[in-house]
């Protein structure tokens, strides 16, 4: 069936480079999106991403769909404390159902 | 208006009260979503509506009643819950375009709490 995995933990320095990975089963995915979710709140868009693109930058954000081995990755540049969320990824194919991963919690140190 | 309003933020309810969640938006979107998040969990899909009606039902138990009054408005009516549907309660909106995904902007949620 479908299904999206994600490691489940990130941490990092505060101005570093945070990367996270994502990887999908449902080839029928036509969108992946990158959603985040600060402590009791609801979730943001961040980004999203055709299936038939490689990359897509946006400021501090890139990502990278690697459609061959179904693995998507989001990259914040200069991460950031205002950066420490979860952070969930989830396919979407022609119909209104997210499939989504469990998240990644995301922690910066400063 | 690019956003999507809950209220209330909090509720605490007893197993025997009734009550509804309210969810607004003004961005022209035509179809509206309900999700239950339990604490670092996904969201679930609860409830979607079209135009105003219902078109996805995700087995929802019916002690949880969706309205959608209007292209506006969203309502979750809540009659004897039971304290496992404790959950951040989030609503969503999208649009309609035919034939293709509508990325889902999702409101703040109502945290509820059944005691």
């Known amino acids: 069936g479908e299904d999206v995995e994600q490691s489940l933990f990130l941490s990092v320095r505060e101005g570093d480079s945070s990367v996270i990975n994502c990887t999908y089963t449902?080839?029928?995915?036509?969108?992946l999106y990158w959603y985040k979710q600060e402590p009791g709140a609801g979730l943001q868009l961040l980004t999203y991403?055709?299936?038939n693109m490689d990359m897509k930058q946006d400021q501090r954000l890139t990502v990278l769909l690697n459609k061959k081995d179904k693995h998507l990755s989001l990259r914040i540049a200069d991460t950031q404390t205002g950066d420490s969320a979860i952070y969930f990824c989830?396919?979407?194919?022609?119909?209104?159902?997210?499939?989504w991963g469990l998240g990644t919690s995301l922690a910066v140190n400063p | 208006d690019t956003e999507v309003t809950q209220t209330p933020k909090h509720l605490v309810m007893g197993m025997t009260n009734k009550k509804s969640l309210k969810c607004e938006q003004h961005?022209?979107?035509?179809?509206m979503y309900w999700y239950k998040q339990k604490a670092k969990k996904p969201p679930e899909l609860m409830f979607v509506?079209?135009?105003?009606?219902?078109?996805i039902n995700e087995s929802v138990p019916s002690r949880f009643s969706p309205e959608c009054p209007n292209s506006s408005l969203l309502n979750l009516h809540l009659h004897a819950l039971q304290p496992e549907d404790s959950a951040l309660y989030l609503c969503?909106?999208?649009?309609?375009?035919?034939?293709?995904?509508?990325?889902?902007?999702f409101g703040p949620g109502t945290r509820l709490t059944v005691l």
């Open positions: 969503a909106s999208s649009q309609e375009v035919a034939g293709t995904y509508n990325e889902q902007f």
């Open positions: 961005m022209g979107h035509r179809a």
């Open positions: 509506y079209s135009y105003e009606k219902l078109s």
């Open positions: 449902d080839s029928s995915s036509t969108y």
């Open positions: 991403i055709f299936s």
């Open positions: 989830a396919g979407a194919g022609n119909n209104r159902k997210l499939i």
